[in-house]
């Protein structure tokens, strides 16, 4: 039997998080499609790379472990976690950097997805965006909360909502009110507190920038040019 190669004791790890082992396979699949040197990385041009002579069965099984099977991200953000942090020497000092991703997308349908500022096209343009908190140290960094922000036409939008499957517990929220969720779990989880730096599309909110000072978090945000305290 070949010798399990490190990626491999990585997927066999993040497995634990999944609660159950008829999962295991769909995360194998899934990760290691991303990985792939392909532009969609959609479910089905995944299963056609991964699986080219079972492209039905493959598609099926890894759409079942995207949108259907029961898991926890927050659970998978915690085996990342503590198989990650261990090597970022936290210990000589780090930083949290709250920031958001904008991912181009087309069509409608998406979760989320609407006309709003995408960072990587520098533009306002038709895309999904997810705020995150990364740790950083000198010599890495790490994302250690992901969530993707559902904009109010979505929220309010309750026939798309059930369609897409939304949950009904989630609420509108600004990107600075999740940022700062994210930040109060993160140190009540116990992790290594450091300063916060972001951007000023949180630092220019004063609820943000207030609710850091009531953690006890020093920060180091960008601002507006009218904004006076």
């Known amino acids: 039997m070949p010798k399990p190669t490190e990626l491999d004791q990585y997927m066999a790890y993040l497995c634990e998080a999944l609660g159950h082992a008829d999962r295991d396979a769909g995360l194998a699949d899934y990760c290691r499609g991303l990985m792939l040197p392909i532009e969609r990385k959609s479910v089905e041009p995944l299963a056609a790379h991964i699986d080219p002579y079972h492209v039905s069965a493959k598609h099926q099984s890894m759409h079942h ?77 790490l994302p250690v909360a992901y ?53 000023a599309a949180y630092g220019t909110d004063t609820a943000f920038r207030d609710g850091l000072t009531e953690l006890g978090l020093p920060y180091c945000v960008g601002v507006q040019p009218g904004v006076s305290a």
Not at 98 to 109: A, C, E, I, L, M
Not at 111 to 122: D, I, K
């Open 65 to 141: 472990f995207v949108a259907k099977s029961d898991w926890s991200d927050k659970d998978m953000l915690q085996r990342v976690r503590g198989w990650v942090l261990p090597d970022m020497k936290l210990e000589n000092g780090s930083f949290w950097i709250v920031d958001d991703t904008g991912f181009p997308k087309k069509g409608k349908h998406s979760v989320g997805v609407a006309r709003q500022y995408c960072g990587q096209l520098g533009k306002q343009d038709n895309c999904q965006v997810a705020v995150s908190l990364s740790v950083a140290s000198e010599d890495a960094s």
């Open 147 to 199: 969530r993707l922000y559902l904009p109010e036409v979505w929220a309010q939008d309750e026939p798309r909502r059930r369609k897409a499957g939304v949950p009904d517990n989630l609420k509108f929220a600004t990107k600075p009110q999740i940022s700062l969720e994210q930040v109060r779990q993160a140190k009540e989880s116990g992790l290594p507190p450091g300063p916060v730096l972001a951007d």
